[in-house]
């Protein structure tokens, strides 16, 4: 994907500027999760699958807003009061199946 693709798709769904834009860009090559090819432009492609992505994205979230702990993740998630009880179910269906 070119830098002017991604510019454009960030610039009308985010809003974003082209400096903010080539700021994430830089980021995300930074740590691996994009490359850039320099030919007559620049084009992008992701280094990593949107699944691998998203456990990166958690696993940033928990350290930063958690301290690291998934338990403390859980336990605020858990005490936000938007969980049913089937939801509670569920959860302690899947930790004891975790557990075994």
């Given at each position: 994907?070119?830098?002017?693709?991604?510019?454009?798709?960030?610039?009308?769904?985010?809003?974003w500027e082209k400096s903010t834009i080539a700021t994430l860009l830089r980021r995300l090559q930074k740590k691996g999760v994009i490359s850039?090819?320099?030919?007559?432009?620049?084009?992008?492609?992701?280094?990593?699958?949107?699944?691998e992505y998203?456990?990166?994205?958690e696993k940033s979230l928990i350290n930063k807003l958690y301290e690291g702990s998934t338990?403390?993740?859980?336990?605020?998630?858990?005490?936000?009061?938007?969980?049913?009880?089937?939801?509670?179910?569920?959860?302690?269906m899947f930790f004891q199946g975790e557990k075994e």
């Open positions: 994907m070119s830098f002017t693709e991604v510019r454009t798709e960030l610039s009308s769904k985010m809003g850039m090819e320099e030919r007559e432009i620049h084009y992008y492609a992701p280094n990593i699958s949107r699944e998203v456990k990166y994205r338990k403390k993740f859980i336990a605020a998630f858990c005490q936000s009061g938007d969980l049913t009880e089937d939801d509670i179910d569920e959860l302690k």
